[in-house]
């Protein structure tokens, strides 16, 4: 399945090349969320909250009650994962508050499926060279995605898995990471970073992988049209 990503920044539509330098923006809300209306599920990331610059909370909340949508970035408490899940989002992404100080909270991962339910959870882990990044891939840790997927597997109903090394960059995605990633839970699993092609879509299928695209999609370099 193929999941269309919307990021967030300064009260518009963003795309980033590595989560650093803005590519492309866009205002125009109920033009994206026309074209995305008929697919089954929507990534919504809010980058401001995730690098700790401030939020986008009316325009989630446009989104969320338009699209279904599971929705990240800066979620930091479980507070603020439920709210998310009041104003209608599918799921709630948790990335960085699985991560404390270098090491692996799984005592958060067991409260937030204890409280919110595994069910409504996706946990995201992101890689720069190998290695799990937070904070909005801006603090490097000495963790494996392997290693964390295994810890963490049981309170959670998705990963989704960024490899930031090719995030924008439309040079598709590394097939290894996929197969390694498939390979190590039985979880519902979505990759991004660099996915440019519907034939990558149907290679992630093949592996029951699901692919979170942006970049191709606003470029114009992948349709739409049959993609839903």
């Known amino acids: 399945m193929l999941i269309p990503s919307i990021d967030l920044m300064g009260g518009k539509i ?14 125009d809300v109920d ?4 074209k995305f209306h008929k697919f089954p599920l929507v990534q919504l990331i809010d980058l401001d909250a995730a690098t700790g610059q401030g939020e986008n909370a009316s325009l989630i909340e446009d989104f969320v009650g338009r699209l279904p949508c599971q929705v990240g970035g800066g979620v930091r408490s479980l507070e ?13 992404i948790l990335g960085s508050a699985l991560v404390r100080e270098g090491t692996i909270d799984r005592e958060f991962a067991k409260d ?14 992101d890689t720069k060279n190998g290695y799990v990044a937070v904070r909005g891939w801006r603090e ?3 963790l494996d995605p392997v290693e964390m997927i295994h810890a963490l597997e049981s309170y959670c109903d998705a990963f989704l898995y960024t490899h930031v090394d090719t995030e924008g960059l439309l040079q598709g ?5 996929a197969r390694r990633l498939r390979s190590a ?10 996915i440019c092609a519907h ?7 093949a592996m029951q992988i699901d692919a979170v695209v942006g970049m191709a999609i606003y470029t114009g370099q992948m349709s739409l049209e049959t993609s839903a």
């Not at 937030?112 to 882990?125: V, Y």
């Not at 034939?199 to 299928?205: A, C, F, I, M, R």
Request: net charge positive; glycine share 8%; hydrophobic share 50%.
């Open 80 to 92: 603020g994962a439920r709210a998310l899940l009041d104003r209608g989002a599918v799921r709630v």
């Open 140 to 142: 490097q840790t000495a």
């Open 173 to 177: 995605f590394p097939m290894d990471a």
């Open 31 to 34: 033009a994206w969320v026309r």
């Open 199 to 205: 034939n990558e879509v149907q290679q992630l299928h």
């Open 14 to 27: 963003v795309q980033l090349v590595q989560g650093e330098r803005l590519a492309l923006e866009f205002s």
């Open 185 to 194: 839970t039985s979880k519902k699993l979505m990759v991004a970073g660099g």
């Open 112 to 125: 937030a499926a204890k409280l919110i339910g595994a069910e409504h959870l996706t946990f995201a882990i």
